[in-house]
């Protein structure tokens, strides 16, 4: 019961439309490494430390969608690496692995994940909900479903208001006020 009650979590961040961002300075490690993992975009710095811990107390590491989403991120052998040693992951390596998207100053980190939410806010969140969709849609997906499917989800966003500015700003060769519609 608690498993799949935590693995609710992992699933509401995966369907809220909004792109999500972890912030990971120090120990990050089961589930709070599987919460990082679920996030869209992960900051960390190089003293950041993460772990899947669950083989060290004779639990599987497949834990809340961890053999779907690691191997995404890093490759399928360096997911294997971690969820069958449950070793910790420095932030240096995180980064080369895929795992974070970047590294920053331990002192830096929390304001540059708002920065870029701040970016995220101002820009078309409307596609850019479409887009999180799509990622995790196209998952299951071949190449010529994907084409198809990406066709249908820009022509959604061609019909928003958030296009028509965009395309106006263009034309006028100005900044698009992004509204989310």
Known sequence: MFARMTGVVVKAMRHCPQPIIA??????????????MAAN????TARSKTAFLFNRVGLAGCD??????LPRLTGQRRAS?????GRVLGGE?????????????PDDVLAQS???ARDLTHGPTFANGITKTMLYQEWAMGVDEAIESEAQAQT???LSEDFKRAYEAFTTKTQPVFKGN
């Open 81 to 85: 690496e971690l969820l069958y040693t």
């Open 156 to 158: 959604i966003c061609m």
């Open 23 to 36: 912030s990971i300075d120090g120990m990050c490690a089961g589930a709070g490494a599987i919460l990082a």
């Open 41 to 44: 975009m992960r900051l960390g």
């Open 93 to 105: 390596e995180a980064e080369r692995w895929g795992f974070l998207n970047r590294l920053c100053a």
């Open 114 to 116: 708002m920065a870029l």
């Open 64 to 69: 809340r969608g961890a053999c779907a989403m």
